[in-house]
């Protein structure tokens, strides 16, 4: 049991609800189509981010070691060598997977492959970081896209932007996580500006979507916005910051995010979304999402 615990957290698994849910959205933007090709891009994207996850604590386990000793490998639930084997076994799986679905989905996948062992590799070595793993979420947009029946269109490419820029801002905030307190300056500071990113999905949703679809924008817009609030009160508004809390929140945000790029499709696509915001949610009381 422990064991298996172990494999939970290193994969990071309450947030694959937000995987999925970037799936479902960039394989719509994309032109939906193919119902049959869903579940394979789904396991395809979920053996790569829980590759990547695997191979997070693997690159990082020096770091762990002195300021995360709770974490698998530190804590001796798991030899730093089998999370090597089991974070390359799952990106391969996740390869395999997408290449199953056609060459354009798997040489998008490479892309995505790549992104992420960039990401493992320096992100503990550069304040750009956040920009990698907004990356990350971008190209995953892509390989949906890439499946659908249109291929990687103009809004694709928009709302996975978007959904990368979202990333950036709340990886920014994770970055201070490891602190119990952040301080508002160089020493250890929370950068305030990087959460303006946050605000990008609902500007272009309300730029982008005009006539009937326009009251389907702004509600889910105040969704989006009311949600983003909640999670940043744990950090902005209380003497006792939380941030690891705020970034629980925000990721689970992710999956509302996702739904506000397509408030355009039919209204029982909004129940898909919704179960998988509450599923992220119900997830992160078992399983840590950072």
Not at 226 to 249: C, D, E, F, I, M
């Amino acid at each position: 049991m422990k064991f298996l615990r172990a494999l939970l957290i290193l994969g990071r698994v309450s947030n694959l609800p937000t995987v999925w849910s970037n799936c479902l959205a960039g394989w719509l933007l994309g032109g939906g189509g193919g119902y049959e090709k869903l579940p394979l891009l789904f396991a395809g994207a979920t053996f790569l981010y829980t590759g990547g996850m695997f191979l997070n604590d693997a690159f990082d386990v020096e770091f762990d070691r002195e300021h995360r000793a709770e974490r698998p490998i530190p804590s001796r639930a798991i030899s730093a060598g089998a999370v090597w084997a089991w974070g390359f076994g799952w990106l391969f799986a996740g390869i395999v997977c997408l290449f199953w679905l056609g060459s354009r989905t798997g040489v998008t996948g490479l892309v995505l492959l790549a992104c992420i062992l960039i990401y493992d590799w320096i992100h503990k070595r550069t304040i750009l970081a956040p920009v990698l793993m907004g990356v990350c979420r971008t190209v995953l947009y892509l390989v949906a896209a890439a499946t659908a029946a249109e291929g990687v269109t103009g809004w694709a490419v928009w709302g996975g932007l978007v959904m990368g820029a979202y990333v950036i801002g709340l990886s920014y905030l994770a970055r201070g996580e490891s602190q119990k307190s952040v301080e508002p300056n160089e020493s250890g500071v929370l950068r305030y500006w990087p959460l303006l990113f946050l605000a990008n999905p609902v500007v272009l949703a309300l730029v982008a979507n005009a006539n009937g679809y326009r009251n389907g924008a702004l509600l889910i817009s105040a969704i989006v916005l009311l949600w983003v609030a909640k999670s940043l009160r744990y950090t902005l508004w209380t003497p006792q910051r939380n941030v690891g809390r705020a970034v629980s929140g925000l990721l689970a945000g992710i999956v509302l995010v996702d739904w506000l790029a397509v408030c355009y499709a039919p209204k029982d696509w909004g129940f898909i979304f919704i179960g998988l915001f509450l599923s992220a949610l119900m997830f992160q009381r078992f399983i840590p999402a950072t």
